[in-house]
């Protein structure tokens, strides 16, 4: 599970569009960065090789990971706990000049909105540093396909470039009221500043997951099992000069592997599989890895939900929900007293992430288009927040056209929240796309394209843990 084939989204810009679409998905076909393909959810397809996992205890058991970045009690004020990094020393890491050099390059791109002729045809400030960490993930991870320590180049690289991207964040602040002394001991009321609320708990767990993920990576410095190379084998058989043993698995599923990706590494292990220490150690990695993988999902998620809604995407939308989802699962979904998403998803035809995708736009666009319906019937603005149009929907009891497309929306999101859980490796649909693209706040932009880098390298690290695990398994039969 190396890398995977996601369905298309859009582009946040042509210039970073060959650099993303090595970041966050592959094609199956050749690693190519020409491929457009952008904000994938994650850059890897779900294995079909993994073992099922059991508890370990350790430094990466699943228990520390859930204890480092959630706990029992408040997330909030557990991640309120991992203080948000000074980034003076930056300038300690390296010369004067070196540093002058980084912030002159970055502040230009910025400026210019990556549009190098300096037309102002580029785009804002928030695209454009969403851009630049997306495309700074595929210079450094784009092309890791396997369980290795990351150069020490690459690191030093990764660390200083996204030091330069965060240090907007310390910028970000939001003004609350408090008093100050004066010097005749009288007290009066002026507005402070603090860091944006957002900003201070997110940041510092993303900075905490990505440490944890280079550490782990670090953590395969010297490993039982190695990788012969796509040069040293072909099609359906595997041969290696440089690996201590010749042994390798042979099966249906690896040789349909190979010709389809016959450029990403294929992990081999000694005869009689790994140790049994080995092997426990690889499986914590796993699960510690899956726990930062699903940090980062929420984390982004939750920043994707706080976005606002484009008027592009709104001036789309079809006028029914009917015609948006079809008349099956419309049916479905208006008819039934006891709703069942996992039951309507059973009965629809979903055989691949690019139906599943697509059947996810359908549902979204029909959400809105009932939300848009509801707010209307119930005389709010449309700025309103959806969680108001349902409180006045349920003091009201109505029953009426109102009360039907509250009912719509909210099964509506149900079944969405159902089909992501069904195909994690699911890219974004178009709403996200459409909100990182039109998106004019910086503080979201970095915390949606930091958090969406982080998701993408996790699962790439539990995708090829189970590689290997797949391989162990096959070499002990």
């Known amino acids: 599970m190396a890398d995977s084939s996601s369905s298309p989204s859009v582009s946040l810009s042509d210039e970073s569009s060959e650099a993303e679409a090595q970041c966050c998905s592959s094609s199956s076909t050749a690693p190519s960065l020409h491929d457009t393909v952008d904000f994938s959810r994650t850059a890897s397809d779900v294995s079909t090789f993994s073992e099922r996992s059991v508890d370990h205890s350790g430094p990466f058991g699943t228990a520390a990971v859930s204890k480092l970045i959630g706990g029992r009690g408040s997330p909030a004020a557990a991640l309120s706990r991992l203080s948000m990094k000074p980034r003076a020393d930056v300038l300690d890491r390296r010369s004067a000049e070196d540093e002058l050099d980084l912030v002159k390059e970055r502040f230009s791109k910025l400026l210019l909105g990556e549009d190098m ?62 008093t100050q002394p004066l010097s005749d001991g009288t ?40 990788y012969a190379d796509a040069g040293t084998r072909s099609f359906g058989s595997v041969t290696s000069s440089s690996s201590p043993s010749s042994s390798f698995r042979r099966s249906t599923t690896t040789t349909q ?61 079809p006028k029914s929900g009917k015609a948006s989802v079809g008349d099956a699962v419309y049916r479905a979904m208006h008819s039934s007293d006891k709703f069942s998403p996992d039951y309507l998803l059973d ?92 998106n004019k706040d910086v503080g979201q932009a970095i915390l949606e394209s930091y958090s969406r880098v982080l998701e993408s390298l996790a699962f790439n690290i539990v995708s090829w843990t189970d590689e290997v695990l797949f391989a162990d398994k096959a070499a002990r039969k």
């Open 117 to 178: 002729s300096g037309g102002g045809k580029g785009v804002c400030t928030a695209v454009a540093i969403s851009n630049a960490i997306t495309n700074l993930y595929a210079t450094v991870f784009g092309n890791c396909h396997k369980l290795e320590p990351l150069p020490a180049g690459k690191k030093a690289m990764w660390r200083r470039e996204m030091d330069c991207l965060l240090a907007v964040c310390d910028y970000i602040v939001e003004f609350y009221p408090s």
């Open 257 to 317: 592997r190979n010709e389809d990706k016959w450029w990403v590494p294929v992990p081999c292990v000694p005869e009689g599989g790994l140790s049994v220490k080995a092997r426990k150690e690889l499986r914590q990695r796993r699960d510690c890895a899956n726990q930062i993988h699903k940090a980062a999902v929420a984390i982004n998620s939750g920043v994707l939900s706080d976005m606002e809604v484009p008027e592009s995407f709104m001036a789309l939308l």
């Open 347 to 438: 009965c629809v035809d979903v055989s691949s992430e690019h139906e599943a995708l697509a059947l996810a736009d359908r549902v979204e666009a029909a959400m809105y288009v009932w939300r848009r319906k509801a707010t209307a019937s119930h005389g709010v603005g449309r700025s309103a927040q959806w969680s108001r149009v349902k409180e006045l929907a349920a003091a009201a009891d109505d029953g009426g056209e109102g009360g039907k497309n509250v009912a719509l929306a909210g099964r509506a999101e149900s079944l969405l929240l159902c089909i992501k859980h069904r195909f994690p490796g699911l890219s974004q649909t178009t709403l996200d796309t459409s909100k990182i693209q039109f």
């Open 187 to 226: 007290r009066v009321e002026v507005m402070a500043t603090r860091p944006r609320s957002d900003i201070y708990i997110n940041l510092p767990a993303l900075e905490k997951l990505d440490a944890m993920l280079i550490v782990i990576m670090d953590s395969f410095q010297k490993a039982e099992f190695w």
